[in-house]
Every structure is written in structure tokens, then in C-alpha cells.
């Protein structure tokens, strides 16, 4: 499958932009990380740092991005501001283990400032949001407490110790290891409006959310991926959302597949199918899926989210939420 990102458009972040490197930027890529407090924090940054590898590793990151193999970019000031390189984050992906590395730096005189915590933090976000990984790994040598900070405020969790050769110290060096999966990294989840005495179940409120499978003519069936900033960002649902108050589920669904997909369906379109019951630590979900076959007007991403025609059997080639699991089974083997 895909990323969803074919050519890189660059992040902002609150105070900054983290966008791809840029021949031109060689030179002072160069005279930021060729400084032994930068370098002997990196693993691997040789120092001295030669000139010419500056326009090498450019020449990498680019290609990398092309690839999709690895995110490495430069913090920068918007270019209304100046557009001055503050340091660089980076992600390297794991294909296999669906995880990816994180890696930073911030030049020496903008420490202190919090730039490394708003641009890992945003990359961390956008990329379990955006690319197919459940996960992030990062280290930290034993001693740079700093580093470790930075990590444990974007929601890293400790996972114990190891040893990392470091090129600028010649050799290995013993290294705090840390983690971060999709829950670690989204905001937190407020329980839904006080439900009804009847509807707390285990302590817990009921959420009600409707939920379709939009089947197109070849049979396929439509995905959208959560996006970043919400819970559960970068898994893929069925099209839907909560039911309010005075609505009926079929209401519900009419009007979020309008504000969210653009098209129009009616009631008599939408056929109950099965449905989810699920413990997520905050609520229960209660999740009504219809099956609609017949809309009118053209599927489009209105609130920018990835969508994604698929076929039944290659369902499982999507990471979904828990709840979801027991539905995609049953939808298989139907269609
Ligand atoms: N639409 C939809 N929601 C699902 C599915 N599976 C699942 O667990 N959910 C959960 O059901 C809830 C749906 O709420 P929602 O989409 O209206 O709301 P949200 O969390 O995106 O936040 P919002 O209130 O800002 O829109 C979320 O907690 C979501 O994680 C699914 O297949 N489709």
C-alpha cells in the first residue's frame, strides 16, 4: 500500500516549518552541526564534520524522500520570518517492523527554546498519522538528560537501555531507549456528553457512533484514514461518526457522509448490516454499520482525509481500529 504522500509538502509547526533540505542549505548545515556539543550528541555525525558531506547527505534525504524510506528535514524560521535553518528531524522507517526512528538536532544557540520538543513532536505526529508504522522508536545517550526531556513531553515512553555506536565518539556508547505508539502520541480523549443513567456501561458512557460500508460497483469498499490530531490517527475507518442528540443513526450517517464525503444518501439507501460493541478506556463504542451500495454525487475528502477503495480480500492490508476488527471479518465474507 502506498503512502499517502507523494511529493513532501512541508510542515508547519507552531513557530516554525519543517520542510525538506535544500542544495543551498549545505553550507550552513555544515557550520551548525560541525560543532563538537551538537555532533557528540548524534550518532551518526562524524567530527570533524567534512564540507563536502553536507552535500552528500542533502543529496540522500531527497532521494530518501522520494523513496519513502526517510523523512529527514530542516527546522526553519517561515520564510516571512527570514526562512534561517534552526537545526533538522528526522524519521527512518522500518518497513518491516511498521515502526520508524526518530532523530534530531538544534543548533547550539537556539537551545533552550523548545524547538526540539515542537518538531519532533509534529514529525512523530504527522508520520504515525501518514505512513504505514504503529510505532516510534528513539535513544538518547545515558547522559543527556536534555535529549530524554524532549522525548518524555511528545509522549515517549521509556523502554529500557542499550548501546548505539556513536561515529562522533568513535565507537559504542551505552543509550536511553524509547517508544512511542499511535495512543502515546494522540491528545487526549475526553469522554463523550454525560449519557444517559441507561447508557453507562461498566462506568463507563455509551458512545453511539453510525458507520457504513460504501460499496462500489467492482465491489470494493471505502476506507478513510483518521487524521492527525485526532485519537486513533493514521488507522483507517468506515466513513461515519457520533450520532447527537435528537438524531437517529440513518440521520447521523446522512449528514456526516455530506460534510465529510460530499455525497447524498437516503435512508432507504442504507441497509444495517452488523454492528461493533467495544471497551475503548474512555467509552464504550456502539457502532451501527449500514451497507450502501447507491448515492448520488462524487466521493470526495472534504475534511482532507486519505480514502481508499479496497478490495475485500485485501481489507486486512489496512491497519483499523479494535472495534473494527470483528466487522471487516463479517464483511469479507459476505461480499
Ligand atoms: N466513523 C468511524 N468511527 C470509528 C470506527 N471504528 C472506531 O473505533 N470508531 C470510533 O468511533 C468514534 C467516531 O467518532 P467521530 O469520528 O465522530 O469523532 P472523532 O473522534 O473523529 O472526533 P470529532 O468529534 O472531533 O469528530 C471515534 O472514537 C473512533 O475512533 C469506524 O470504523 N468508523
Same mark, same amino acid.
Given at each position: ?19 525538506? !533540505?535544500?542544495?543551498e542549505? *549545505?553550507a ?8 563538537w /556539543?551538537? =555532533?557528540?550528541t $548524534? #550518532? &551518526?555525525v ?13 543529496a ?10 526517510a523523512y529527514?528535514?530542516?527546522i ?12 533538522c ?12 526512528? !526518530?532523530?534530531?538536532?538544534? *543548533?547550539?544557540?537556539h537551545?533552550?527554546?523548545?524547538i526540539?520538543? /515542537?518538531? =519532533?513532536?509534529? $514529525? #512523530? &505526529? ?5 505512513l504505514?508504522?504503529?510505532?516510534i522508536?528513539a ?9 530524554a ?29 524509547f ?17 444517559p443513567?441507561?447508557a453507562? =456501561? ?16 467492482d ?26 442528540a ?16 460530499g455525497?447524498d ?9 452488523a ?6 478506556? =474512555?467509552?464504550h463504542?456502539?457502532m ?48
Amino acid at each position: 500500500m502506498p503512502d499517502s504522500t507523494p511529493a513532501f509538502a512541508p510542515l508547519a509547526t507552531e513557530r516554525f516549518v519543517l520542510r525538506p !533540505l535544500r542544495a543551498e542549505d *549545505a553550507a550552513e548545515l555544515h557550520r551548525l552541526v560541525n560543532d563538537w /556539543e551538537v =555532533a557528540k550528541t $548524534l #550518532a &551518526r555525525v562524524p567530527f570533524p564534520y567534512p564540507r563536502q558531506l553536507a552535500d552528500e547527505w542533502i543529496a540522500s534525504t531527497l532521494e530518501q524522500i522520494a523513496e519513502g524510506t526517510a523523512y529527514h528535514l530542516a527546522i526553519a524560521q517561515p520564510e516571512a520570518e527570514g526562512g534561517a535553518m534552526l537545526g533538522c528531524v528526522g524519521l527512518t522507517i522500518e518497513r518491516e517492523e511498521r515502526s520508524a526512528e !526518530l532523530g534530531y538536532w538544534v *543548533a547550539r544557540r537556539h537551545w533552550g527554546q523548545g524547538i526540539a520538543p /515542537e518538531a =519532533a513532536g509534529r $514529525l #512523530a &505526529r504527522w508520520a504515525i498519522a501518514n505512513l504505514n508504522i504503529d510505532r516510534i522508536t528513539a535513544s538518547a545517550l545515558t547522559d543527556n538528560a536534555r535529549s530524554a526531556a524532549v522525548l518524555r513531553r511528545i509522549g515517549f515512553r521509556d523502554a529500557g537501555k542499550g548501546q548505539r555506536d556513536f561515529l562522533s565518539r568513535g565507537g559504542g556508547m551505552p543509550v536511553l531507549l524509547f517508544e512511542a505508539g499511535r495512543a502515546d502520541l494522540a491528545p487526549p480523549v475526553a469522554p463523550p456528553a454525560p449519557a444517559p443513567e441507561a447508557a453507562l =456501561a461498566g462506568g463507563k458512557p455509551i458512545l453511539l457512533v453510525a458507520a457504513v460500508g460504501l460499496i462500489d460497483p467492482d465491489n470494493r469498499v471505502l476506507l478513510a484514514r483518521r487524521p492527525e490530531g485526532k485519537p486513533l490517527a493514521g488507522l483507517w475507518e468506515f466513513p461515519g461518526g457520533k450520532v447527537r442528540a435528537g438524531e437517529t443513526p440513518e440521520v447521523a450517517l446522512i449528514r456526516e457522509l455530506k460534510e465529510e464525503l460530499g455525497i447524498d444518501v437516503t435512508e432507504a439507501c442504507l441497509a444495517p448490516f452488523a454492528f461493533a460493541s467495544h471497551g475503548y478506556e =474512555a467509552f464504550h463504542l456502539l457502532m451501527p454499520l449500514f451497507l450502501c451500495r447507491r448515492w448520488q454525487g462524487q466521493v470526495t475528502a472534504l475534511e482532507g482525509q486519505a480514502l481508499a477503495w479496497v478490495r475485500p480480500q485485501r481489507l486486512a492490508d489496512y491497519a483499523m481500529p479494535p472495534a473494527d476488527v470483528p466487522l471487516v471479518a463479517l464483511l469479507r465474507d459476505f461480499l
